[in-house]
Each structure stands twice: as C-alpha cells, then as structure tokens.
C-alpha cells in the first residue's frame, strides 16, 4: 500500500470590526474555474518524507501567493484526510495581508485534454478574506475542520 500524499499550509485569520476573517485561495486551472463550493482551500502544497511539515508550509506559502510567510504564533490546526485520501497538515497564524498583492505561482498541463495543448494556470486564482460562515460553504469539505479548530481556539 502506498503513503497517502502529504500537504501542509498556513491558515491566516485576523479580527475586524465585522469579526473573525480567513484567508482562503479559490483553486485554479480549468476543472475550479466554475466551481465556488468545495473549490476555496487553505494555502497549501505537497511536501516529502524528508521535509518537516511545518517548513514546507511556509515554502508552500510563498510558492502560492509570492509573498513571504508572515511571523507570529502559529496554532497548530492538527491534520486532516481529505476525500481524495490526501493528508493536510495546517497552522493558523494572525495576520493581515491585501489580497491584490498576492502574485499566485503557476502549474502548467495539457489543456484540452488529449489536445497536446500545454498550458499554464495559476495555483490560485484569486484570494479573499472570508468570514468563517462564509468559508464554512466554499472551502474543501474536509479542510471545514481548521475552521472549527481555529474558532475554538480564538474564543
């Protein structure tokens, strides 16, 4: 039996006069591109055996948005197994950020399928501030976790 792939990310939030916001980013390339449910996720990217989880988190924030992980705590969120039997490790950490600054890194497949068409997507294709009711009905069902988690650890 094979070793499920591994993902890891860093889950921003921070406090406004509306309440608790998460940073999410809508996934992108063509299979995303009409889809809103289940299409939102944590920044997050794979990582190896040899890679602890929470470096590869920081690495794969700045390869999904271009910009530097912030400081500060991080909570640790714990893991979960999505439905596609990937495991995802995340961390929240308060922070602010303009989601115009973000410079998504980009992937590249054949697009049509079977067109021998290469073509280039970005990661992410936008990236907002959500309120947790909000991400809650976008966001990867299992990743709604991290959301349960962090609300009980910033009441």
């Known amino acids: 039996m094979t070793e499920p792939k591994r993902s890891a990310g860093l889950l921003l939030f921070r406090h406004t006069g509306e309440g608790l916001e998460v940073l999410l980013g809508h996934m992108g390339g063509p299979f995303f591109a009409k ?3 289940g299409a939102w996720t944590v920044p997050k990217g794979e990582y190896g055996p040899d890679e602890p989880a929470w470096e590869a988190a920081r690495r794969e924030f700045r390869e999904e948005l ?11 969120l714990g893991e979960v197994r999505q439905a596609n039997g990937k495991i995802v ?53 299992a990743q709604a976790a991290f959301l349960d988690r962090l609300a009980e650890h910033t009441r």
């Open 35 to 37: 889809k809103d449910a």
């Open 66 to 76: 271009g910009l530097a992980p912030p400081d500060g705590e991080a909570i640790e």
């Open 89 to 141: 490790t995340a961390w929240a950490v308060e922070a602010d950020l303009d989601p115009a600054t973000v410079e998504p890194g980009v992937f590249v497949m054949e697009w049509p399928p079977r067109s021998g068409r290469i073509q280039e997507f970005p990661e992410l294709d936008r990236v907002a501030w959500l309120t947790p009711d909000r991400a809650r009905e976008v966001i990867v069902e």
